[in-house]
């Protein structure tokens, strides 16, 4: 089993930046690939960004590209995604995920063995 916390959410104006951090316990060295997802209210949960857990090959979803940021640090166990530029529509709980089988342009939900609580993230325009 893999465990993950998210932290780092808040409220920010547009335009503003945060970084989330993603903390991986447990059973880490299972998880070949790590992401975020992200859930607004009334919609489904949408893929962000994944980061492959050994390579750091990245990859965005097209309205994050330029504007977010992706990176894990090894030594930590741990994941960030440093959201510059942002939007209202940027509005949602942000989940971070793990997944055992090495591909990071899995972007479905059910692609994800393990995930975290959450964090909000509110942009005020």
């Known amino acids: 089993q893999v465990q993950l916390v998210e932290s780092g959410g808040g409220l920010v104006q547009a335009g503003g930046s945060l970084r989330l951090s993603c903390a991986a316990s447990?059973?880490?060295?299972?998880?070949?690939?790590m992401a975020w997802f992200r859930q607004a209210p009334g919609k489904e949960r949408e893929f962000v960004a994944s980061?492959?857990?050994?390579?750091?090959?990245?990859y965005y979803t097209d309205s994050v590209k330029e504007r977010f940021t992706i990176s894990r640090d090894k030594a930590k166990n741990t994941v960030y995604l440093q959201m510059n530029s942002l939007k209202p529509e940027d509005t949602a709980v942000y989940y971070c995920?793990?997944?055992?089988?090495?591909?990071?342009?899995?972007?479905?939900?059910?692609?994800?063995?393990?995930w975290g609580p959450g964090t909000q993230v509110t942009v005020s325009s």
């Open positions: 995920a793990a997944r055992r089988r090495d591909n990071i342009l899995a972007t479905r939900t059910y692609e994800y063995d393990f």
């Open positions: 447990g059973r880490t060295f299972s998880s070949s690939v």
């Open positions: 980061i492959s857990w050994n390579g750091g090959n990245t």
